[in-house]
């Protein structure tokens, strides 16, 4: 950047969103990193590249956090999750909302004054094909654009000022059960999006397109040969080794590759530096491991690519054959730490399958890979050397065998925690995990495939861990130590993306519809405020004219709203017998709403 | 004697075919193609008419058996292929999701005839407040052939004689 651009790129910055417009894409890019390091906008959907959902900002702190409250509220007029969060570029704040996808621009100068409202028309055929309700994680921004992912695949690039479409392009097939829900990331001059429908058998990929006209510049598979996985077999490595050649297919029977899911919904996160975008794969399909023999990859895997190109630096598989849908794509949080008193480059990943993995992300090193719910049962560690879990065989879907019923299974398939992102201080050095402490019983039988149709095959039922009757917890982890620092018990599992501040607050909302505010050395309550709606959105910050403002959707659905609106199954609760189960519906209705909160 | 339970709603799929194209398929594939669980349980209940293990229920409008908390083969399947088809929507045990009905109540005010038309055929109830899109499941081999055992189980849920969870089954096999 010259010296030039750099005085405009902050001229754009103290101008609020005016002049964003006329920037080239790549210019755009590094105006878009410098915008993700105000800590008065909050430009993409983790708050930074790195994922870490942290805010610089100071008025609320541990001291005056009792005096927060909501000071204007916003009604989107959709019922279902409201997963994601809001963001904000200068003086405009855009919402964005589940099927039918509304975005709403809001300026925030004007108490919320609508500026422009997008919706599009989808065939509402999409709705049944969409596994855990309709809901969607948010838009991103970038080169004077909001970016949207719909329902039905499409990818639409809207002016950010007007609301006007400049491009949109379409993804993928949602006759074949692809959806969208995931939200974008914008990289450098290009627009990067995954794909959902692990549980349609759809083949996993994620796609570049460039953000000027919308045209594909790389499309990335979880499966298939290697030029579909853009994969090199000599530089791309798996645990410092190359992975060879059809480091894919060699683990799939016949073409089940073709419908193998490896789905991206989750998270994406870039590292400027090393020049590379990191995400996670889902579930193989189907979920009866014992039809689809071999390791099933690349599904459950974390990648490393070049951004420009698409070609894989690094992977790793966390869930060799999956046997419990312990899908790998949440978030990938980049953050400099002490592991094990070392400082490292560290890409941390608290994965469904109960283990928060350390890996240098540069290299895809493993460094360490604890349990951070200490029910966690299906495994006893993962083997550092080769990276591989030891499956304890009781509770393995795949050794037990189809129609048995496998009892006992910790965590469920909802995972230890699910695409709710975690947040991390680098000022403490410590992760603030929402998390889901649920169990379960999972007997897989055979499915076939049909293309628009679910490829599921397995019946489940969750409960609490034995013993226990809160169904989540809001912990407080340490990578250093691999240990949990502090765990705050909640009745439900905690389905919304966390916050904290410099200051030491920690913020999140609960399925029972409460934002809180706890204090970061203890977990101690500091506030809370019950929201319209459960909360499975993620929180925000943002300031304005001087003051500091806390965002968040609530808007209760997804899948929590599936397994746990009507109360999770006691496991003995065999016939009618009044069991420890908790409905959600006595607690909380569906609609969305956000509501921003201050300290006056 | 398998075709003896479907026989009734193949009839009734076969007339509606005539108004919806894609149905015909549906019913050509019960009748080319009986689900093997289910010929093999019908078979080995006609050779042991008189055990209460694997009698098959005669009362239509019970058309379960739960004893113990046990039940019959049929119920039992429509359990497995209510949360393979239904689960996904309708939540655990049918009791409802933050989005779909509680079918345990749906099923306290619908007739067998509603239900089947509503799964065959779907609704749609889509409007500026609402986004409920209940798909039709006429094409679905997997559940017109086991529509039968679908409402058996869900109908044991909504008369209060099946409590919530995995049911274990009468012929012991748990």
């Known amino acids: ?600 | 004697m398998t075709f003896s339970i479907s026989a009734p709603i193949c009839a009734r799929i076969s007339a509606r075919a005539l108004l919806l194209p894609g149905l015909a398929l549906a019913a050509l594939l019960i009748a080319a193609n009986p689900h093997p669980a289910a010929a093999q349980a019908a078979s080995s209940s006609s050779q042991n008419q008189g055990a209460s293990q694997s009698a098959a229920p005669t009362d239509p409008e019970r058309p379960y058996i739960v004893k113990d908390g046990r039940v019959d083969f049929h119920t039992f399947n429509g359990y497995r292929r209510y949360g393979d088809n239904c689960l996904r929507c309708h939540g655990p045990d049918g009791a409802g999701s933050s989005y779909a009905p509680d079918l345990t109540d749906s099923l306290k005010h619908m007739t067998k005839e509603q239900f089947e038309e509503t799964v065959i055929n779907g609704r749609k109830n889509v409007t500026t407040a609402t986004e409920n899109v209940m798909p039709a499941f006429g094409t679905v081999p997997d559940v017109v052939e086991n529509l039968d055992d679908i409402y058996a189980y869900l109908k044991a849920r909504s008369d209060g004689v099946l409590g919530r969870g995995r049911p274990k089954r009468l012929d012991g096999e748990d």
């Open chain 1, 1 to 600: 950047m010259t010296t030039k651009n750099r005085l405009f790129a902050w001229a754009v910055l103290a101008a609020g969103l005016s002049g964003a417009v006329g920037l080239r894409p790549a210019v755009a890019n590094e105006e878009l990193e410098k915008m993700s390091q105000d800590p008065k906008q909050w430009v993409m959907p983790a708050g930074n590249y790195a994922n870490w959902r942290f805010t610089e900002l100071k008025q609320i702190t541990p001291e005056n956090a009792h005096r927060l409250h909501p000071v204007w509220t916003f009604s989107t007029g959709v019922l279902r999750g409201h997963e994601g969060g809001p963001l904000v570029v200068g003086d405009m704040m855009y919402v964005h909302t589940p099927f039918p996808n509304k975005v709403f621009a809001l300026d925030l100068n004007h108490d919320g004054r609508i500026v422009w409202a997008y919706e599009p028309k989808q065939d509402p055929n999409v709705i049944p094909v969409m596994c855990c309700d309709t809901v969607n994680r948010g838009v991103a921004y970038g080169d004077g654009k909001i970016f949207l992912h719909q329902a039905d695949t499409t990818l639409v690039a809207l002016d950010a000022k007007t609301g006007k479409v400049i491009w949109s392009v379409k993804d993928d097939d949602p006759a074949k059960g692809a959806t969208g829900t995931s939200a974008p990331l914008v990289v450098k001059d290009k627009v990067l999006v995954g794909v959902s429908g692990g549980e349609f058998g759809v083949q996993g990929h994620v796609t570049a397109y460039n953000i000027k006209d919308g045209s594909m510049a790389w499309r990335a598979y979880s499966e298939g040969p290697d030029d579909q996985l853009l994969f090199d077999p000599e530089k791309t490595t798996v645990m410092g080794k190359p992975v060879g050649k059809d480091s894919s297919l060699k683990t799939w029977e016949g073409d089940q590759w073709k419908i193998g899911g490896g789905t991206t919904w989750g998270w994406i996160s870039y590292d400027p530096k090393l020049n590379l975008v990191y995400y996670g794969s889902g579930n193989p399909s189907t979920w009866n491991p014992t039809q689809r023999p071999g390791d099933n990859k690349w599904s459950m895997t974390v990648f490393a690519r070049d951004p420009d190109t698409g070609v894989a630096k690094w992977v790793y598989q966390m869930t060799p054959h999956d046997e419990w849908d312990y899908d790998g794509i949440n978030e990938m949080i980049l953050a400099d730490v002490k592991v094990h008193g070392q400082q490292r480059h560290a890409l941390v990943h608290f994965d469904r399958n109960g283990f928060a993995y350390v890996l240098d992300r540069a290299t895809g090193e493993l460094l360490e890979a604890n349990k951070f719910d200490p029910a966690v049962n299906w495994a006893t560690k993962v083997d550092l050397t080769t990276g591989r879990p030891e499956v304890v065989p009781q509770y393995s879907t795949d050794h037990n065998g189809a129609d048995h019923n496998t009892k006992g299974i910790c965590p469920a398939a909802l995972g230890s925690k699910d695409e709710q992102p975690a947040a991390f201080s680098p000022v403490t050095g410590l992760f603030y995990v929402p998390t889901n402490h649920v169990c379960m019983d999972y007997e897989p039988y055979k499915v076939t495939y049909t293309a628009g149709q679910p490829y599921v095959g397995a019946t489940l039922s969750m409960y609490p861990p034995p013993g226990e009757n809160n169904l989540g917890n809001f912990i407080a982890y340490d990578v250093n130590e691999g240990k949990i620092v502090w765990s705050d018990p909640e009745p439900f599992s905690v389905w919304s993306g966390a916050l904290v501040t410099a200051t030491g607050v920690a913020f999140y909302g609960t399925l029972d519809g409460y934002l809180k505010a706890v204090d970061v050395k203890n977990g101690k309550l500091l506030y809370k405020f019950k929201t319209p709606s459960g909360i499975i959105g993620n929180v925000n910050a943002y300031e304005h004219n001087g003051k500091e403002y806390i965002a968040v959707l609530s808007g209760v659905g997804g899948w929590a709203g599936i397994g746990m609106a009507a109360g999770l199954t006691n496991d003995t609760d065999g016939l009618g017998a009044v069991g420890a189960y908790k409905s959600l519906s006595n607690y909380t209705q569906l609609g969305g709403v956000l509501t921003v909160f201050s300290v006056e």
